[in-house]
């Protein structure tokens, strides 16, 4: 009975180090963060196997331009560029929409936590989705909603077509945020991705 006492004890004792001994952090003092997703709650948070390696979607590093033409950092005059951190932070906040521009096929490979899918050739015909509501056949975007929009990454033109297609339908562009790296960057960081879905 002892043995199995000090045994028990021992495992739960490993057990609840291993959990509080994370070395890969997201950002110093930041090891995780909890999202809200339709799922239930998500934690963001880095793999911990330093030997990980990015998965072969996202290794390549030459694609034929076009269509794979990398991607300036401005995605269109008066929109932002934003990095992993920012968006850490804005899922966490719930500031807005986070919104996976791809198509569906690459969407449920895999996405970010947090992310609704808006394929970028759906992204103008679906701004009520996103704040914006139709009035005599045009948008008005008074109360339209703080997005960020990703697509796979610095050579994928997904998430810039869908920025640039709001725009032109009258989304502000003030409202707008571009992920360039997307989810090569995100992979590439081992930040925690799920499965897409409807």
């Known amino acids: 009975m002892k043995n199995l006492f000090l045994v028990s004890f021992m ?3 490993f ?15 930041l ?16 793999n911990q196997d330093t030997k990980n390696e990015i998965m072969a979607d996202f290794a390549k ?52 936590p947090g992310s609704i899918n808006i394929p970028y050739v759906e992204a103008s015909t679906r701004m009520d989705e996103m704040g914006c509501k139709k009035n005599s056949g045009k948008w008005d975007c008074r109360g339209a909603k703080e997005l960020v ?12 077509a869908a920025i640039r297609s709001l725009i032109n339908a009258g989304y502000p562009a003030d409202k707008l945020n571009y992920y360039r790296g997307g989810m090569q960057a995100w992979h590439g960081l081992g930040l925690t991705v799920v499965e897409g879905g409807l």
């Open 149 to 160: 929009l990703y697509c796979n990454g610095p050579w994928c033109g997904q998430s810039p």
């Open 61 to 112: 590093t030459s694609r034929p331009c076009p269509p794979f033409c990398v991607q300036p950092m401005k995605a269109a005059e008066g929109v932002e560029t934003v990095g992993e951190l920012e968006i850490v932070n804005f899922l966490k906040d719930k500031s807005g929409l986070l919104v996976d521009a791809r198509t569906e096929e690459w969407h449920f490979k895999g996405t970010i």
């Open 11 to 13: 495992l739960v004792a």
């Open 31 to 46: 090891m995780s963060v909890i999202v809200e997703t339709e799922d239930g709650p998500i934690t963001i948070e880095r």
């Open 15 to 29: 057990v609840s180090f291993s959990a509080m001994a994370q070395e890969v952090g997201i950002a110093k003092g």
